[in-house]
């Protein structure tokens, strides 16, 4: 009897070992979604506020924009992100046109 409760016992602990290990893992993981998310709203933060709506006030002749390489993203989560943010700024920028056209229509203004 004492050797089957030290049995169970036994195979209780592992049993709340491995728990334990896979909430740590668990922990772990979405410590690093946030941190990614996080990451990836700033960056979006930053692109809309430095993005094509800056103004300048010099005269010079504006030089065409080059290409700008893309980020390296090592996280699943950062690249849908990102993906939703091109998005959400492409569907901004076709509103933004559907919008003065249709103001210019409204007012006669199609010069």
Request: no cysteine; net charge positive; charged share 25%.
């Amino acid at each position: 009897m004492v050797s089957e409760s030290a049995s169970r016992g036994s195979k209780a602990e592992a049993f709340l070992r491995r728990h334990v290990k896979k909430a740590d893992s668990t922990e772990e993981n979405l410590q690093k979604a946030e941190k990614a998310v996080t990451a990836g709203l700033r960056d979006l933060v930053d692109e809309a506020k430095s993005g094509p709506g800056s103004t300048t006030t010099s005269t010079a002749q504006p030089t065409p924009a080059t290409p700008t390489e893309r980020p390296q993203l090592d996280h699943p989560v950062t690249s849908v992100i990102m993906t939703a943010g091109a998005v959400v700024v492409g569907v901004k920028g076709l509103w933004n046109l559907a919008k003065k056209s249709h103001q210019r229509r409204r007012h006669g203004d199609q010069s």
